[in-house]
């Protein structure tokens, strides 16, 4: 089955295969939430350069209606802003050809699932970040 027969099955605004701003985590205090050290629900996945932060919250929290929220980081260390543009672009296409999965496993309960992207090395390649960062993404679908 193809990712554009997926997504159709998946709902109207999964069938235009795109990465709407519903699905962007932005709200300050949830990625906060995320970073506090004192929160234990926090949790994370490492995939070579790839490190994932979630943890689930109450579905009215976000905002919006979607199950899955994502956000993208990528430090200074790995370069000028182009070149970290560059790694959030490939992050964010490489979640959007493979959210389906993830999203319609997570939309069986009634939170929402919240996740930052974060690079720790820049020095890959980008078959390499998107490579692990679907490693990730199958490790947190795992879990």
Do not use: H, W
């Amino acid at each position: 089955m193809s990712a554009l027969t997926s997504d159709l099955s998946a709902g109207s605004e999964a069938a235009r295969s795109t990465f709407p701003r519903t699905r962007r985590l932005k709200r300050r205090l949830l990625i906060q939430s995320l970073f506090d050290r004192t929160r234990k629900q926090t949790q994370s996945v490492n995939q070579g350069p790839i490190k994932l932060l979630y943890r689930r919250v109450p579905a009215n929290a976000t905002g919006t209606g979607s199950p899955v929220q994502i956000g993208f980081a990528v430090g200074k260390s790995s370069g000028g802003a182009v070149r970290r543009n560059r790694i959030k672009r490939v992050l964010r296409e490489e979640y959007r050809q493979n959210r389906v999965d993830l999203e319609r496993r997570v939309s069986a309960s009634d939170s929402c699932l919240i996740i930052m992207v974060m690079l720790r090395n820049a020095r890959a390649t980008s078959e390499d970040l998107a490579l692990n960062l679907r490693k990730a993404l199958i490790s947190l679908q795992n879990t």
